[in-house]
Nanobody, 126 residues
């Protein structure tokens, strides 16, 4: 699976942005998809994840109620809609794909995801 993230940019605090991640391969629908982010000088952190069917979603406490993860298996694409953005949301956002058997130990753990996109940068100005 190859992943290509896009949609990042500069937005003012309180604004919205949607980032996308397009996947290649016919097995996209079998993977759990996740979004992680990494701010300068900080470790990569979990943002959100979605089950293979889209029926279950999971969020970090810091984004719950503001971000929404979704997927379109027909388009091999996962989305992250980000609303009410804050300067502390500034980071490079990475999408990741993991088989359900490997992410079962923890959806928030980067090690469970085998495939990663190149990242898209999101900057929120105050």
């Amino acid at each position: 699976v190859q992943l290509q993230a896009s949609g990042g940019g500069l937005v003012q605090a309180g604004g919205s942005l949607r980032v996308s991640c397009a996947a290649s391969g016919r097995t996209f629908s079998s993977y759990v998809m996740g979004w992680f982010r990494q701010a300068p000088g900080k470790e990569r952190e979990f943002v959100a994840a979605i089950s293979w069917s889209g029926g279950a979603t999971y969020y970090a406490d810091s984004v719950k109620g503001r971000f929404t993860i979704s997927r379109d298996n027909a388009k091999n694409t996962v989305y992250l809609q980000m609303n009410s953005l804050k300067p502390e949301d500034t980071a490079v956002y990475y999408c990741a794909a993991g088989h359900p058997s490997t992410v079962v130990a923890g959806l928030n753990l980067p090690g469970g995801y085998a495939y990663w996109g190149q990242g898209t940068e999101v900057t929120v100005s105050s």
